[in-house]
């Protein structure tokens, strides 16, 4: 087990050099640069610019100057934020985007697991209709529909919650519902189709027959034996929560690192952008990595040689 | 694709009514797309400056924008051009995955698991983020969208087609094949993959309202499909913007998108149901 943790650790290493080569490449040899924008900067200025940020140099050295950065974690200074280094700005802006998406998972979860089990036991009446109906429709409302319907009806028509912004605990429902809502119709098929392969298993006839009741034969015996699609799902899940707070934080304009990056890639802020992609790409990789961990636990089946 | 369409055909008939139901609103939906702008006479991006923002009534059904432009319209345009990106990418995705996924899984052996080490190393990446850099630093191209959206799609076909093409390897009639001496990519190309077509079908009804959910996505953040052209995601965004003094240019686009999402959805679930009990 230890063996497996430390090999895949170590695969992290080409596979974030590799994504930190393509992301530099991609765009540094597009068109246009970070000071474009700027009207009228006298061209001493513009010189100074770019050799303050050691954009005059050859391109290749300018990559190995950063993969050195990024290997001592010093991702450089902003080229758009002046006066704050990447690590300073990101520090500010990734605890929002993490308690966003951590109320979203939670919320996801909540309604993913207690419909799943719900329309699973259930199974083939009108309240199993009703919430896989409800499933089917979830997958298919995105965040970006969810959040302006939910401002509409919440915020604008009925004002009882804010329209957007993140300084209090009523500003965080509705991105926290927008994010989460199509996850949790996600985790409520995965979680009902499941349960229902699992009540046919031997075991659960075993705790039937010894008289445990309903409740405790759904709750104790099949949701916890259901749970590894469940993992499987989430590993890549919390990602997309990661990625889909894009959206979320440029509706609600909650200042996390999501909309940064989206504004960072329309700046050309080039130092943000390849930081914040790794940033991501790290948090992927060790989700992925928990996920396998995990499943080993739920399924000592699995082997990991 | 002869043996796709083939293919195709002879799973329809066997579709259950949840199936039948959403294919035919696909399709009505699809054809009203293209007659009714030619029926009521108006295009997408004829403007009324004069009549402005107006609410949904029996000459609007939807409503009009700013510019004075119905909605109805503009939605039905909208819906047209994001069944293409759909099809268009989707058709990049099932290219490059079936290739992919077919090679890897009829070579086995080393290539295979590194064919397939490859693929799990791109699934770990952050692609959301590169399309994104992709589509802002390289002009928003309305190719590129679909080369960009495609280039993210393939992966899962690809793991799909592989291990369907796995088991094709140890049937008989490969072996036959192999017995009468034909070349590789003879059987690979006349044997293998046209057998192949159901599961790929069924996972293309599966991709397209991904694409058109990633389409919709990259639109929304103004880097998908540009105006004057719309697809159901510019429609939304556009809405969003003014959606306090004229919510039904949110309202009507979303619930549409909603809608044909849930409709295409459908579709491949029952699709899938369908090809699991020929196979089962």
Redesign the interface.
């Known amino acids: 087990m230890r063996r497996y943790i430390i090999r895949k650790l170590l695969l992290f290493i080409p596979?974030l050099l590799?994504?930190a080569t393509?992301?530099f490449f991609?765009?540094r040899l597009?068109?246009?640069g970070p000071f474009d924008r700027d009207k009228n900067v006298p061209a001493e200025v513009q010189q100074s610019l770019e050799r303050y940020y050691h954009l005059d140099e050859p391109l290749l050295k300018q990559y190995f100057r950063y993969l050195y950065g990024v290997v001592r974690f010093d991702f450089g200074p902003s080229f758009r934020k002046p006066g704050y280094t990447i690590n300073e700005w990101i520090l500010m802006r990734l605890p929002v985007s993490i308690e966003l998406g951590v109320y979203s998972l939670i919320f996801a979860l909540l309604i993913g697991l207690i419909c799943g089990t719900v329309a699973a036991f259930y199974q083939n009446t009108w309240i199993d209709t009703i919430l896989t109906s409800f499933a089917?429709?979830g997958?298919?409302?995105?965040a970006?529909?969810l959040g302006?319907?939910l401002?509409?009806i919440f915020a604008?028509h009925w004002e009882i919650l804010p329209v957007a912004g993140w300084d209090f605990p009523q500003q965080k429902i509705l991105p926290s519902i927008s994010l989460g809502f199509m996850y949790s119709a996600y985790i409520a098929r995965i979680i009902r189709s499941s349960i229902i392969e699992v009540l046919k298993q031997d075991y659960i006839r075993t705790a039937v027959a010894k008289g445990s009741s309903p409740t405790r034969i759904l709750f104790i015996h099949a949701l916890k034996g259901s749970l590894q699609p469940l993992v499987t799902f989430l590993g890549?899940a919390i990602?997309g929560l990661l990625?889909g707070s894009?959206?979320v934080e440029?509706?609600f304009q909650i200042p996390g690192l999501g909309r940064e990056?989206?504004e960072a890639?329309?700046n050309?802020d080039y130092t943000m952008?390849i930081a914040?992609?790794l940033l991501?790409?790290v948090l992927?990789?060790i989700f992925?990595l928990i996920v396998d961990i995990i499943q080993g636990y739920l399924d000592p089946r699995i082997s990991y040689e | 694709m002869k043996f796709g369409i083939n293919k195709l055909f002879s799973l329809l008939p066997e579709l259950n009514l949840k199936g039948r139901l959403s294919l035919s609103l696909l399709i009505l939906i699809i054809l009203s797309s293209f007659i009714f702008p030619v029926l009521l006479s108006t295009s997408y991006e004829e403007q009324n400056l004069q009549l402005g923002a107006v609410k949904p009534s029996l000459t609007h059904w939807f409503g009009t924008d700013l510019l004075g432009r119905d909605l109805f319209i503009r939605t039905l345009y909208g819906i047209r051009v994001s069944f293409w990106v759909g099809l268009c990418a989707t058709v990049v995705a099932l290219i490059i995955g079936v290739t992919y996924g077919s090679l890897s899984g009829y070579a086995g052996g080393w290539l295979d698991t590194w064919m397939m080490y490859i693929v799990d190393?791109l699934?770990?990446?952050?692609f959301?983020?590169?399309v994104?850099?992709?589509m802002?630093?390289?002009g928003r191209n309305f190719y590129l969208l679909f080369i960009a959206i495609g280039a993210v799609e393939w992966l899962t076909m690809a793991r799909i087609v592989r291990g369907k093409v796995m088991s094709i390897k140890q049937q008989e009639y490969i072996f036959s094949a192999k017995a009468l001496g034909f070349s590789n990519f003879r059987i690979l190309f006349k044997h293998v993959i046209p057998n192949l077509m159901n599961i790929v079908i069924v996972y293309t009804t599966l991709t397209i309202?991904q694409v058109i959910?990633l389409e919709?996505?990259l639109s929304?953040?103004g880097l998908g499909v540009q105006p004057p052209m719309c697809s159901l995601?510019v429609l939304?965004?556009e809405?969003?913007e003014v959606?306090?003094e004229y919510?039904w240019l949110?309202?009507f686009p979303?619930i549409i998108?909603?809608?044909t999402?849930?409709l295409l959805?459908?579709l491949g679930?029952s699709l899938q149901t369908v090809s699991n009990e020929k196979v089962g």
């Open positions: 596979v590799a994504i393509l992301t991609l765009i597009a068109p246009g089917a429709l997958i298919c409302i995105p970006f529909v302006p319907i401002v509409l604008l890549p990602a990625t894009f959206i440029t509706i990056f989206v890639t329309f050309r952008i914040i992609v991501y790409a992927i990789l992925n | 190393i699934y770990t990446m952050p959301t983020m590169f994104i850099i992709l802002t630093f390289f309202p959910l919709a996505f929304f953040l995601g939304i965004r809405g969003v959606m306090e919510p949110i309202v979303g998108f909603v809608f999402l849930l959805n459908l679930d």
